[in-house]
């Protein structure tokens, strides 16, 4: 129960950190991360977490999350959010896995759906830290790629 508490905490503080210190990227992706992770807790109070079965509920957050991300990747003028989709995909891979081969033993699947959830915050956190150090030197950082330059 330590390691949730401890995600909490870290998920909070990347988050708030992108909301006081990040761009639009950052922003968004803290709120999804949020979101998702508040979500996948709703799952677990309902029965889910036991990884016996595909969580279907986990998995759908985890589909969503993944969706929200590519969209993030493919617009952000960043290069750490194609890290996080990376990762995020490879924890959404583990419920295909377990889909297409039950016999995947209980515990690899809850480790690989859940250990890159740690990485994909430490992540959102440079990322927050690495727009700010640019708009503190140039006074500028854009947020998007098809953004022009010329505007605020």
Known sequence: MDRVWLFNALQLAATGYAFWRGGAPERLTGLALLLAALATRMFHQLG?????DVEI???TVDIVLLGVMIA???HADRFWPAW??????LGTGAHLARAIN???IRL???VLSVMWSY????LLAVGTMRHARRVRSRGWDLDWSRQDPTLP
């Open 57 to 59: 509920g986990i998995m």
């Open 108 to 110: 690899a699947y809850a």
């Open 119 to 122: 990485p994909i915050v430490l």
């Open 48 to 52: 889910a977490g036991e990884f016996v």
């Open 102 to 104: 039950p016999e995947v």
């Open 72 to 74: 993030i990747t493919l």
């Open 84 to 89: 996080v989709t990376a990762l995020h995909a």
